[in-house]
């Protein structure tokens, strides 16, 4: 065990160093291509492995968002980018998220004051709702009752939390554990114990706080091994099951080996096959803003550890 928590603090020390660096990068203009390959590549550059691709989900996009291979989209002034980040250090993840208004010299031309007030609100209330889970968890504590204090949290902002995005347990080489960590009481009575690592994550919005699925996605995870007629999509199958078997990959990266429209035709045939499974981006239903805030715990007897702070 105590090596286990070596490498969740190392990713969370790793991340935290990322995720600063990231975010006093965030301005008017840049593209963000320029964001998630910044992100990608510093982790990298520790030794560590990239979790899942950089998310920049910007505005009303609430998750899932990352960069396709020449993705022409740039921040803009007022813009909520919501950047979440994920290391392993040997199969153990630390996952965290972060929303920034992006920052300009002529935000206040640009918005009311109650428009402005209204954004850092957004960004605030998902803060409050992580700050109340952090505090509610400890071993022994329902999944539900943690809901039950993020949405108390998130409504005394006037906002609502996105219902059907939750956090998560993770474990070894496993992203997404089994767990689900409610943004509401659900009811569900599942019950955190000691030394478990999950990621909780509020999302806040004035909007429904219902997120659908956007046509694009950008994101996968390799399921199982399928036989196909075309020799390029088998290939890139046994590549993606080579290197990507575990955690969530980027249509992107597969650009580096790949030619992009085949990569694009075959991530189309895999996805149809459920040889690979797409993450779609996710929006909220009525076009609202959203914000995240999201860090790693460690459950402890009498609270948590957080690797992400």
Not at 76 to 90: A, F, N, P, Y
Not at 259 to 269: F, G, I
């Amino acid at each position: 065990m105590t090596d286990e928590i070596e490498c969740y603090e190392k990713a969370g020390k790793i991340l935290k160093k990322v995720r600063s660096d990231a975010s006093a990068m965030i301005k008017n203009g840049l593209p963000i291509l320029d964001l998630v390959e910044f992100v990608e590549g510093e982790i990298l550059k520790t030794g560590a492995g990239i979790a899942f691709p950089c998310n920049v989900s910007v505005n009303e996009i609430a998750a899932h968002y990352t960069s396709p291979a020449h993705d022409t989209n740039k921040l803009v002034t007022g813009d909520l980018v919501k950047l979440d980040i994920g290391v392993e250090v040997e199969g153990y993840i630390a996952d965290s998220a972060v929303t920034i208004m992006v920052p300009g010299d002529n935000i206040e031309e640009l918005y009311t004051e109650e428009e402005l007030e209204l954004r850092q609100n957004i960004i605030d209330a998902s803060a409050a709702g992580l700050e109340a889970a952090i505090s509610t968890v400890r071993a022994g504590v329902k999944v539900c009752d943690i809901g039950e204090a993020v949405n108390e949290a998130i409504s005394s902002y006037g906002m609502n939390p996105i219902l059907n995005l939750t956090g998560h347990s993770l474990e070894h080489w496993n992203l997404h554990a089994g767990i689900s960590v409610p943004n509401y009481n659900n009811n569900d009575p599942t019950i955190l114990e000691e030394g478990q690592a999950v990621a909780i994550e509020p999302f806040a919005t004035p909007g429904d706080g219902i997120v659908n699925d956007c046509p694009e996605a950008y994101i996968f995870s390799f399921l199982r091994d399928r036989p196909f007629r075309l020799k390029s999509t088998q290939r890139m199958l046994k590549h993606i099951e080579k290197n990507y078997n575990a955690l969530p990959f980027s249509g992107r990266w597969l650009t580096q080996d790949f030619n992009e429209h085949r990569v694009n035709v075959a991530l189309q045939q895999l996805g149809e096959a459920m040889a690979i499974y797409p993450y779609a981006a996710l929006k909220e239903r009525t076009g609202a803003l959203v914000s995240q805030k999201e860090h790693t715990l460690i459950v402890e007897s009498d609270g948590c550890q957080i690797t992400t702070l």
